[in-house]
Protein backbone atom coordinates (compact mmCIF):
# COMPACT_ATOMS: atom_id res chain seq x y z
CA UNK A 1 0.00 0.00 0.00
CA UNK A 2 1.21 3.18 -1.17
CA UNK A 3 0.92 6.60 0.78
CA UNK A 4 0.49 9.61 -0.66
CA UNK A 5 2.19 13.05 1.10
CA UNK A 6 -1.48 13.86 1.42
CA UNK A 7 -2.81 10.99 2.81
CA UNK A 8 0.52 10.70 5.25
CA UNK A 9 -0.55 15.07 6.11
CA UNK A 10 -3.93 13.23 7.20
CA UNK A 11 -2.66 10.94 9.33
CA UNK A 12 -0.36 12.64 11.15
CA UNK A 13 -2.95 15.17 11.75
CA UNK A 14 -5.28 12.95 12.98
CA UNK A 15 -2.96 11.64 15.72
CA UNK A 16 -2.10 15.20 16.08
CA UNK A 17 -5.64 15.91 17.29
CA UNK A 18 -6.18 12.85 19.40
CA UNK A 19 -3.45 13.44 21.33
CA UNK A 20 -5.05 16.88 22.04
CA UNK A 21 -8.20 15.49 23.17
CA UNK A 22 -6.66 13.03 25.17
CA UNK A 23 -4.16 15.92 27.19
CA UNK A 24 -8.18 17.79 27.57
CA UNK A 25 -9.29 14.63 29.43
CA UNK A 26 -6.54 14.19 31.37
CA UNK A 27 -6.15 18.12 32.38
CA UNK A 28 -10.04 18.45 32.97
CA UNK A 29 -10.15 14.72 35.37
CA UNK A 30 -6.91 15.87 37.05
CA UNK A 31 -8.77 19.36 37.45
CA UNK A 32 -12.13 17.68 39.04
CA UNK A 33 -10.44 14.65 41.22
CA UNK A 34 -8.17 17.42 42.86
CA UNK A 35 -11.52 20.04 43.37
CA UNK A 36 -13.79 16.99 44.39
CA UNK A 37 -11.43 15.00 46.17
CA UNK A 38 -8.73 17.85 48.04
CA UNK A 39 -9.80 17.92 51.61
CA UNK A 40 -9.24 13.71 51.50
CA UNK A 41 -5.84 13.09 49.53
CA UNK A 42 -3.76 16.64 50.66
CA UNK A 43 -3.60 18.44 48.00
CA UNK A 44 -4.12 21.83 50.48
CA UNK A 45 -1.66 24.15 49.65
CA UNK A 46 1.35 24.48 51.92
CA UNK A 47 2.05 26.68 54.99
CA UNK A 48 4.35 27.42 57.72
CA UNK A 49 3.95 27.18 61.60
CA UNK A 50 5.28 27.77 64.74
CA UNK A 51 5.89 25.98 67.88
CA UNK A 52 7.06 27.13 71.19
CA UNK A 53 8.28 23.82 72.63
CA UNK A 54 8.54 20.40 70.80
CA UNK A 55 10.15 18.59 73.30
CA UNK A 56 9.29 18.15 77.57
CA UNK A 57 11.01 16.46 79.67
CA UNK A 58 8.76 15.28 82.74
CA UNK A 59 11.41 13.93 85.23
CA UNK A 60 10.48 11.04 86.95
CA UNK A 61 7.32 9.77 87.29
CA UNK A 62 5.01 6.75 88.77
CA UNK A 63 4.98 2.84 87.19
CA UNK A 64 1.04 3.32 87.35
CA UNK A 65 0.90 7.32 86.38
CA UNK A 66 -0.54 8.41 83.30
CA UNK A 67 0.67 11.87 82.22
CA UNK A 68 -0.61 14.25 79.55
CA UNK A 69 1.39 16.57 77.23
CA UNK A 70 -0.02 19.56 75.64
CA UNK A 71 1.37 21.20 72.65
CA UNK A 72 0.19 24.09 70.94
CA UNK A 73 0.99 25.23 67.42
CA UNK A 74 -0.04 28.05 65.67
CA UNK A 75 -0.48 28.23 61.64
CA UNK A 76 1.85 31.31 60.83
CA UNK A 77 1.27 30.75 57.17
CA UNK A 78 -1.28 32.08 54.57
CA UNK A 79 -3.15 28.78 54.13
CA UNK A 80 -5.05 26.81 56.77
CA UNK A 81 -3.11 24.21 58.50
CA UNK A 82 -4.63 20.26 58.11
CA UNK A 83 -3.19 17.61 60.34
CA UNK A 84 -3.49 14.15 58.60
CA UNK A 85 -2.21 11.97 61.12
CA UNK A 86 -0.20 11.97 64.50
CA UNK A 87 1.70 8.48 64.53
CA UNK A 88 3.45 7.75 67.88
CA UNK A 89 6.29 6.01 68.13
CA UNK A 90 4.67 3.29 70.47
CA UNK A 91 1.10 1.79 71.62
CA UNK A 92 1.91 3.63 75.30
CA UNK A 93 1.69 6.95 73.57
CA UNK A 94 -1.67 8.67 72.47
CA UNK A 95 -2.63 11.32 70.45
CA UNK A 96 -5.50 13.55 70.86
CA UNK A 97 -6.05 16.82 68.33
CA UNK A 98 -8.91 18.66 66.68
CA UNK A 99 -9.16 17.04 62.63
CA UNK A 100 -10.45 20.42 61.24
CA UNK A 101 -8.04 22.74 59.36
CA UNK A 102 -6.54 25.71 61.20
CA UNK A 103 -7.13 29.10 59.93
CA UNK A 104 -4.14 31.35 59.52
CA UNK A 105 -3.19 33.16 62.83
CA UNK A 106 -4.56 30.26 65.16
CA UNK A 107 -3.71 27.85 67.37
CA UNK A 108 -4.25 24.10 67.01
CA UNK A 109 -3.60 21.69 70.31
CA UNK A 110 -1.97 18.23 70.37
CA UNK A 111 -2.26 16.58 73.62
CA UNK A 112 0.12 13.42 74.12
CA UNK A 113 -1.11 10.96 76.74
CA UNK A 114 1.76 8.71 77.56
CA UNK A 115 0.87 5.37 79.96
CA UNK A 116 4.45 3.90 81.23
CA UNK A 117 4.82 0.16 80.15
CA UNK A 118 8.36 -0.22 81.73
CA UNK A 119 10.29 1.17 84.16
CA UNK A 120 13.56 2.58 83.12
CA UNK A 121 14.52 6.00 81.51
CA UNK A 122 12.12 6.51 78.02
CA UNK A 123 11.89 8.82 74.84
CA UNK A 124 8.79 8.85 72.49
CA UNK A 125 8.52 10.56 69.81
CA UNK A 126 4.71 11.90 67.78
CA UNK A 127 5.00 12.63 64.17
CA UNK A 128 2.55 15.20 63.29
CA UNK A 129 1.66 14.44 59.63
CA UNK A 130 0.75 17.86 58.07
CA UNK A 131 1.02 20.56 54.87
CA UNK A 132 4.28 21.91 56.15
CA UNK A 133 7.33 22.12 54.06
CA UNK A 134 9.03 19.18 55.93
CA UNK A 135 5.42 17.40 56.05
CA UNK A 136 5.85 16.67 59.79
CA UNK A 137 6.93 17.80 62.62
CA UNK A 138 8.25 15.39 65.43
CA UNK A 139 6.84 16.04 69.33
CA UNK A 140 9.31 14.52 71.73
CA UNK A 141 8.31 13.76 75.70
CA UNK A 142 11.56 12.13 77.68
CA UNK A 143 12.16 11.54 81.15
CA UNK A 144 12.22 8.31 83.86
CA UNK A 145 9.62 5.86 84.87
CA UNK A 146 9.74 4.51 88.34
CA UNK A 147 8.55 1.72 89.95
CA UNK A 148 5.86 2.30 93.10
Do not use: W
Not at 120 to 130: L, N, P, Q, R, S
Amino acid sequence: MKYTNKSFLRMKIKLVIIFIILCVIIVIGYTYFRVIHSEFIGFEEITTIEIAEDSISIGKIGFNDTQSFTYKIKNIGNFPLVIYSVKTSCGCTVAKYDKKPVKQGEVVTVILEYKPNSVGYFHKIADVICNIPEGFVSLKISGEVIGN
